[in-house]
């Protein structure tokens, strides 16, 4: 059971190019979420799904895209990178609902110069 | 609009010492819950306690407690017996039942020995 992945763990990116950032959780989870966290600040939400083929738009979407094909995979989609979005990023998992706690993967430090 | 103050940006303890972390949320919402996370220098997110707005008693685990105030909006968080592996950064994090994360911008805890 390794809980939440992401790849990569560290990536530098050139102004205007793409990438897409992976998550994959393995506990069946409905819900899953992405988070930035910029230097000395708490996680920002940038998008959300409560179940494959459902996103939904968090606090900070715009430059991201995302997709919910499986239950298990959520990956994050970065057009024409700024170095506005130099950052820490975070997936998360949960079951939802009621008080239930998400699980977060080990981070993405995503650097764009 | 929901938020999450938390107002020390650093504190220090002493090793076996006891530590309280602030933490105030602004809401409208009666029912909802409130979490502590741990982020140590892996950056890893780990889920400290939790506490359900319904629920008076305060949230226990080990030598970390709460002291959650419902209609100051304050939820404390009190290390006791402080140990060297306990050095991070703490967020403090709201959820109303639409299963939004709400943060805080964290306090980096040092200890000392």
């Known amino acids: 059971n390794a809980g939440v992945t992401q790849t990569p763990k560290f990536r530098i990116l050139k102004i205007g190019q793409s990438m897409t950032l992976q998550c994959t959780q393995d506990m069946n989870h409905n819900y899953m979420y992405w988070y930035r966290q910029d230097p000395g600040m708490g996680l920002k939400l940038i998008y959300y799904?409560?179940?494959?083929?459902?996103?939904d738009k968090g606090e900070v979407p715009n430059g991201y895209n995302v997709s919910r094909s499986t239950t298990e995979d959520f990956p994050l989609r970065l057009e024409l990178a700024a170095p506005s979005q130099t950052s820490v990023y975070f997936c998360a998992s949960g079951r939802g609902g009621s008080s239930y706690e998400q699980y977060f993967g080990p981070g993405t430090r995503l650097t764009v110069t | 609009a929901q938020t999450v103050t938390q107002s020390q940006p650093e504190m220090s303890v002493q090793e076996a010492e006891t530590v309280t972390l602030s933490c105030t949320y602004d809401t409208s919402e009666s029912d909802y819950y409130l979490f502590w996370y741990k982020q140590p220098p892996s950056r890893q997110m780990i889920l400290v306690i939790r506490?359900?707005?319904?629920?008076?008693q305060n949230a226990t685990e080990n030598r970390f407690s709460v002291n959650f105030q419902k209609a100051a909006k304050s939820f404390s968080l009190k290390i006791s017996d402080s140990q060297l592996g306990d050095a991070a950064m703490y967020f403090c994090a709201y959820r109303p039942v639409t299963d939004k994360l709400i943060f805080g911008t964290g306090t980096r805890l040092q200890v000392f020995p």
């Open positions: 799904s409560v179940g494959a083929g459902i996103t």
């Open positions: 506490q359900e707005a319904y629920k008076q």
